[in-house]
């Protein structure tokens, strides 16, 4: 029952729905990765500087002295949907880097129940069959330093791939750019995220879309879009390291999120929206990280049309031993509510360890 209630609300969402510019277009690009940064409200835009920038900030590739790689898990709706991240990186000269990563968050086994009954009426569960559908996102990043003094930018290249069972599927591609800038100590970053907007382009199976055409009289008679467009939106970051002489630091940093049309963020016009997160971790000896955030600040309307301030805290910790770093984080990322339960364990190595 759960994965037809999820299988709903994709195709609804995803294809019904779909209208040439869309508001929330994407939106499995948008969730984040690593179990660093997530405990940290996803504030790294500035601070970033492994090979986890390939999605936080592409400029923050600059940092990387050798190869890494990262690995991710997480699971949506009570387990019913995986959310799963990869990346390699690694540096090309003193001046340049380049990283390659992919994201699936997908939903596996639903219960396609559309021919559930046959044309004399019957119900027969035999009839019942299983698909997946899944988004896939693949980032190619390239990273280099700028003549400026302190200054760095990266640019990403999207294809996005989205598949529903055998009823649709797009391809879709896009352009991200980052800057980074740092000077005495205080480090400064800026992401713009889909600037040429993202073009996604779907291919409908007719013959499958028949079989549920009349399925709700008056519904779902025509064909949907075939196209949708992801609006641009940018973070802007910044951050400082404080280092305490009992080999203790803590790394402060903050973010404005910025969404360029009118939602229920505390600042919000019909030009840009904008929801400030803020992030902090605490660490011992370069050995153990404690980690906590806030964000998602909106201005939520109440039954009685009032409106409440609401948030998304967070929480984490990490642990690193010559070149392995595992990282898990206490979130929020299934719902948005500030409720924490949902968890992300990852893991980063530094593959010089090997040699």
Do not use: C
Not at 46 to 53: A, C, G, H, Q
């Amino acid at each position: 029952m759960r994965k037809t209630l999820i299988l709903s609300i994709f195709f609804v969402y995803t294809i019904a729905s779909s209208q040439t510019v869309r508001k929330y277009s994407n939106e499995f690009m948008n969730i984040g990765v690593d179990a660093a940064a997530l405990g940290m409200a996803n504030a790294v835009t500035s601070s970033t500087n492994d090979v986890n920038s390939t999605y936080w900030n592409p400029a923050g590739l600059i940092h990387l002295e050798d190869k890494q790689v990262s690995l991710m898990h997480s699971s949506y709706f009570a387990n019913i949907a995986q959310y799963d991240f990869a990346a390699y990186a690694s540096s090309i000269d003193g001046e340049s880097a380049w990283g390659i990563s992919m994201i699936r968050f997908g939903v596996d086994d639903i219960l396609n129940t559309t021919e559930l009954i046959d044309s004399q009426g019957n119900i027969d569960y035999n009839r019942i069959s299983k698909f997946s559908t899944a988004d896939y996102g693949f980032t190619f990043s390239y990273a280099r330093k700028l003549k400026l003094e302190g200054f760095q930018y990266g640019v990403n290249a999207k294809i996005i791939r989205r598949i529903i069972g055998k009823f649709a599927n797009s391809w879709g591609f896009g352009i991200d750019a980052g800057v980074q800038f740092e000077k005495n100590s205080w480090k400064f970053g800026l992401m713009l995220r889909d600037i040429t907007t993202t073009y996604n382009v779907w291919s409908i199976d007719e013959k499958e879309y028949a079989k549920i055409q009349n399925a709700v009289e008056g519904q779902n008679q025509d064909l949907p879009e075939s196209t949708e467009i992801t609006l641009p939106k940018a973070q802007l970051g910044m951050s400082k390291k404080f280092e305490f002489h009992n080999d203790t630091s803590l790394l402060a940093s903050a973010n404005l999120n910025m969404e360029f049309y009118k939602t229920n963020a505390i600042i919000a016009s019909d030009f840009v929206s904008i929801a400030p997160a803020i992030g902090f971790e605490y660490g011992y000896t370069d050995l153990v990280f404690l980690r906590t955030g806030f964000g998602n600040f909106q201005n939520t309307v109440q039954l009685d049309d009032s409106k409440k301030l609401s948030f998304q805290p967070n929480v984490g910790l990490g642990f690193k031993y010559k070149g392995i770093q595992i990282d898990y984080a206490l979130t929020d990322i299934g719902d948005q509510s500030a409720a924490l339960y949902s968890n992300v364990f990852s893991v980063k190595v530094d593959l010089g360890i090997f040699r």
